[in-house]
C-alpha cells in the first residue's frame, strides 16, 4: 500500500538581509511609541539603561535560539525542539499552540492598536477598520515569502526611519544629549532608583519579544546555519541601539514627569523638537501596525505549517501554493483566528499576557537546549554553539522576570 505523500517543502530564498529586516519588522512595533512614557514615568533620566539591560538578559535566551536552530532549522521550531529533546508528541504539540495563542494574541492586539491610529484618517467604525486591516495584510502574507518579506522590510525601514528620524533631530537639537549622559547611571547608593530601574526593564523585555520568531522561517533561509544566528543578533542588538537612543532622546527632549502623562509620547517629542504637527508620527505609527500584522501572520502560517509537517495537525495545513510556495491554508486559518481574537475577545490584559507566555516560552526553550546538551556527548558540526551555561542563565532570567512581574503586581 503507497505511504502518505511527504509534505511540501517551503521554499529556501530568504537571505540575510531579508531575514534581518524581518527580525526587526517582528520586534519593533509600534508598542515602543507607547513605552517610552511609560518607562520614563518608572525611572526618569535612567530609562535608557533598561533597555540595554534587557538586551543583555535577551541575548542569553537568544543564543538558545541560535543554537537550535541551527540543529534544527524547520518551521514550528518550538515545537520541533520540544519533541527532540523529550520525545512527547503532546509537549510538542503544546508547545507549538502556545506559540500560536501567543502570537495570535499579539497580532490582534497590534490589530485593535491600527484601528485607533488609522481612524484618525479614515472615517470607519473600529470593526470595519480591524477587519479590513486583518484581511488586507493576510492577502500580504499570501504572496510568496521573498515578496512579503521584502514588503516587510520596506516598511520596516519606513518605521524604523522614523525613530532614526527622532535620534538625528534629537541630537541635532544641542549639546544636552551628550553633556547631560552622566545623568544615565542611577547612584549606587538609592536603592529606590535600582528598584525602579529593575521593573523598567521588565517593561523592555516585553518591547524585544518577537526577535525569536526568525527561527520559525529558518526553514525558508538560504544557509540558515550562518544566516539564523547573525539575523537574531544583529535584530537584537540593532533593536537595542534604537531604543536606548530612541528614549535618551525622548526624557532629555521632555520632562519625564510630562512624558509619563503623555498617550502619544513620541509623537509630542517629535513635536516638542520639530514643531511639526503630532499626525506626522501617527502615520508612521500605522506603518508599524500594519507591518506587525504582516510578520504575526507569516509566523502563525509557519508554525501551523510546521506542526502539520510533524503530523501533530491534519496535513491540509501543509499544501503549498503552487505559485507563491505560501503555506495558503495555514495562512487563512491564521487570519481567521487574529479576526476571532480582535473582534470577540476583551482585549484589556492579553498584550501583557502575550508577553508572560512568551517567557514562559523562552524558559522551556531553554530548559530543552539543556536536556539536548546533557545527552550528548559532542553538539553536531556546522551549527552555532554556544556554551552551556547560556540556557542556565536564559532560563533563570526568564523565571526571574515572571516571578517579578506577578510580585509586582
Not at 529586516?21 to 512614557?37: F, K, M, P, S, W
Not at 516560552?361 to 531553554?366: G, K, L, P, T, W
Amino acid at each position: 500500500m503507497a505511504g502518505s505523500p511527504s509534505p511540501q517543502r517551503l521554499k529556501r530564498s530568504l537571505t540575510l538581509w531579508l531575514a534581518v529586516l524581518y527580525g526587526l519588522g517582528v520586534t519593533i512595533g509600534a508598542g515602543i511609541y507607547v513605552l517610552v512614557g511609560v518607562a520614563a514615568g518608572r525611572s526618569g533620566m535612567h530609562a535608557p539603561l533598561a533597555f540595554l539591560l534587557a538586551a543583555l538578559v535577551m541575548s542569553f535566551s537568544a543564543a538558545s535560539f541560535a543554537e537550535l536552530g541551527t540543529r534544527m532549522p524547520v518551521s514550528a521550531s518550538e515545537a520541533a525542539y520540544v519533541e527532540k529533546a523529550f520525545n512527547r508528541r503532546w509537549l510538542s504539540l503544546s508547545t507549538g499552540l502556545l506559540v500560536v495563542l501567543t502570537a495570535t494574541i499579539s497580532a490582534a492586539t497590534i490589530s485593535v492598536g491600527s484601528a485607533g491610529y488609522l481612524g484618525v484618517f479614515v472615517d470607519l467604525p473600529p470593526r470595519w477598520i480591524i477587519t479590513l486591516v486583518v484581511l488586507a495584510m493576510g492577502l500580504v502574507a499570501c504572496l510568496s515569502t521573498q515578496q512579503s518579506v521584502t514588503l516587510v522590510g520596506i516598511m520596516t525601514l519606513l518605521e524604523l526611519g522614523g525613530l532614526v528620524l527622532i535620534i538625528i533631530v534629537g541630537f541635532a537639537a544641542g549639546t544636552g544629549m551628550i553633556t547631560r549622559l552622566p545623568e544615565i547611571w542611577p547612584s549606587f547608593t538609592d536603592v529606590g532608583e535600582w528598584i525602579g530601574l529593575s521593573g523598567t526593564t521588565l517593561i523592555a523585555v516585553f518591547a524585544y519579544i518577537g526577535f525569536e520568531h526568525l527561527v520559525n522561517v529558518a526553514e525558508e533561509m538560504k544557509s540558515p546555519s550562518r544566516t539564523l544566528p547573525w539575523a537574531l543578533f544583529l535584530t537584537l542588538g540593532l533593536t537595542s541601539v534604537v531604543y536606548a537612543l530612541v528614549v535618551w532622546v525622548a526624557v532629555v527632549a521632555v520632562p519625564p514627569a510630562e512624558l509619563s502623562k503623555s498617550t502619544a509620547p513620541l509623537a509630542l517629542v517629535f513635536e516638542r523638537l520639530t514643531g511639526w504637527p503630532l499626525n506626522t508620527m501617527s502615520l508612521i505609527a500605522v506603518v508599524a501596525t500594519l507591518n506587525g500584522v504582516i510578520v504575526h501572520v507569516i509566523m502563525i502560517s509557519r508554525v501551523l505549517y510546521g506542526l502539520a509537517c510533524q503530523g501533530n495537525l491534519p496535513k491540509t495545513l501543509t499544501q503549498l501554493n503552487a505559485r507563491t510556495d505560501a503555506p495558503l491554508r495555514a495562512t487563512a486559518v491564521s487570519i481567521c483566528a487574529i479576526l476571532v481574537f480582535a473582534l470577540a475577545v476583551p482585549l484589556d490584559g492579553l498584550a501583557d499576557l502575550a508577553a508572560r507566555l512568551t517567557l514562559l516560552v523562552f524558559a522551556i526553550i531553554n530548559v530543552t537546549l539543556m536536556r539536548i546538551k546533557h545527552r550528548e556527548a559532542a553538539p553536531p558540526a556546522h551549527i552555532f554553539v554556544c556554551p552551556k551555561w547560556v540556557p542556565v542563565a536564559g532560563l533563570i532570567s526568564s523565571i526571574g522576570f515572571l516571578i517579578f512581574d506577578l510580585a509586582v503586581r
